[in-house]
């Protein structure tokens, strides 16, 4: 029951004596603002993978991404499981040229209705995974209480048309309509990428155990791997979360061709977890 009723942080935040339980307000999903915009990914948890993102959170790591490409003319760079795109602006902004900037997700896209108050979200799937209003956030945690709450309304309102929500900032937005670099599509990291070779792919907080089994983490690593060009690099990043706050750790790989495989180039405050399985691969040439 807990796991699934929340309270919306738009309301209860500095009322309570505690955090816990108090999520950020998804309705700001609504809002024209990129910060606020941001902060709502917080509460969007679908499937089993949040979209949690924030602004800032991949400083270190884009440093040295600017750095290695002061040399590489026109690269193409790929950012996957972008979120609503906000770490993608700020690197896009921070860069001098490139050739083409593809920001893309898996859950690019979400519906929504309006009913009594609350606002019903459901995924490409047409699973509803978030119900709010200004107070509470629901989740299909316990499903069986979830169901009990909802499922009437739910099978009503599944059968209505719904409202179109595109999950990408609007600052992002506004400058791919003016900027062909730029292009924002879906893209699932367990599916071949069929688009031009890359220089750069950025993984950020998505392959990682929590989510994805070792099979499947192989199964992306392997995508990005047939991607990039001979000497691209991919770049994986994993935000820790510990009480006393965020750690951006990252380790960056270069595309050996000749040996298929990726080598190391560099950690950042320690590297990521999965470092050791990357380096034991194999690729298939
Ligand atoms: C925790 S967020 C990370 C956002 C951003 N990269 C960052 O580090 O701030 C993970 C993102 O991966 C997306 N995602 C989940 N499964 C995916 C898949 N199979 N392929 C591509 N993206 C996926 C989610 O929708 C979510 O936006």
Redesign the pocket.
Request: overall charge neutral; charged content about 15%.
């Given at each position: 029951m807990y796991r699934t009723i929340k309270l919306n942080k738009g309301y209860w935040g500095g009322k309570l004596p505690f955090k816990r339980g108090i999520i950020a307000d998804p309705l700001q999903v609504f809002s024209d603002d990129v910060e606020k915009f941001s902060m709502s990914m917080k509460a969007f948890k679908?499937g089993h993978?949040?979209?949690?993102?924030?602004f800032k959170?991949?400083q270190k790591t884009q440093r040295f991404i600017k750095e290695w490409l002061h040399d590489i003319s026109n690269p193409n760079i790929l950012d996957?499981?972008?979120?609503d795109g906000i770490?993608s602006l700020e690197l896009i902004k921070s860069l001098n040229s490139f050739a083409k900037y593809f920001v893309t997700?898996?859950?690019l896209m979400c519906t929504y209705f309006k009913r009594k108050g609350l606002f019903y979200f459901f995924n490409q799937l047409h699973d509803c995974f978030l119900i709010a209003n200004e107070k509470f956030l629901f989740y299909p945690n316990d499903e069986w209480f979830f169901k009990l709450l909802f499922g009437n309304s739910i099978r009503k309102i599944q059968r209505l048309p719904h409202k179109e929500l595109l999950l990408v900032n609007k600052e992002l937005q506004n400058r791919s309509k003016i900027d062909s670099r730029i292009e924002i599509f879906t893209?699932?990291?367990?599916e071949a990428w069929n688009r031009e070779k890359l220089d750069v792919i950025i993984v950020?907080?998505?392959l990682q155990p929590g989510y994805f089994t070792q099979e499947k983490i192989i199964n992306g690593l392997t995508n990005n791997y047939n991607a990039l060009k001979d000497q691209g690099i991919l770049v994986i990043?994993h935000?820790e979360v510990t009480r006393m706050g965020e750690t951006e750790k990252s380790t960056i790989y270069k595309k050996n061709f000749s040996e298929n495989h990726l080598e190391l180039v560099t950690h950042i405050n320690g590297g990521v977890e999965i470092n050791n399985l990357i380096l034991s691969l194999k690729f298939e040439s």
């Open positions: 679908i993978v949040t979209k949690h993102t924030e959170r991949h996957i499981g972008a979120s770490t997700d898996y859950n893209y699932n990291v367990f950020g907080n998505l990043i935000n």
